[in-house]
């Protein structure tokens, strides 16, 4: 569990650090270790909302469960509600509660879906998904019942 948890740990923090900069804005990243409270990276969007992204293990192994998959979880702004990180002064009209997103992958492709995650959060933005560019891996995409681009 301590190298799940090793790994799981540098992909988060080699993901934020590069999310950051192709997003080229502010963004905060929050906390350095794995927990049940995992590091998440947050900026504003020209709307004044919080926004955020979080990576975490979705499934790993453990003691119990050797031969559970490793599987990685993106979510950006899944359980609004939990993040409240902004900086002091900051103006902040509350929590981006419009839109959220889920990708669920294998370690060795999160890296892989950097550019993309960029891409899709400036598409959301500007609010065209003729902007968004494919995927570099396939994948299967659950659309929701409501408005697909805002509960991608």
């Not at 923090?13 to 950051?20: D, G, I, M, V």
């Not at 979510?75 to 509350?94: D, E, H, L, P, Y």
């Amino acid at each position: 569990m301590t190298k799940v948890k090793h790994i799981v740990s540098e992909l988060r923090r080699e993901f934020y650090s590069n999310f950051a900069t192709a997003m080229n804005m502010p963004m905060i990243i929050t906390g350095t270790s794995y927990s049940s409270n995992s590091p998440i990276a947050s900026w504003m969007d020209y709307r004044e909302r919080l926004n955020y992204v979080n990576i975490y293990a979705y499934t790993a192994p453990d003691e119990f469960v050797l031969f559970h998959p490793f599987i990685l979880r993106l979510a950006i702004n899944k359980s609004a509600g939990k993040v409240t990180t902004f900086t002091k002064g900051q103006v902040c009209r509350g929590l981006n509660l419009v839109w959220n997103f889920e990708l669920t992958v294998l370690p060795k492709e999160i890296l892989d879906f950097l550019a993309w995650i960029v891409n899709l959060v400036e598409a959301h933005d500007k609010g065209s998904s003729l902007l968004l560019q494919s995927p570099p891996h396939s994948f299967e995409l659950k659309v929701p019942e409501v408005e697909f681009f805002n509960n991608a």
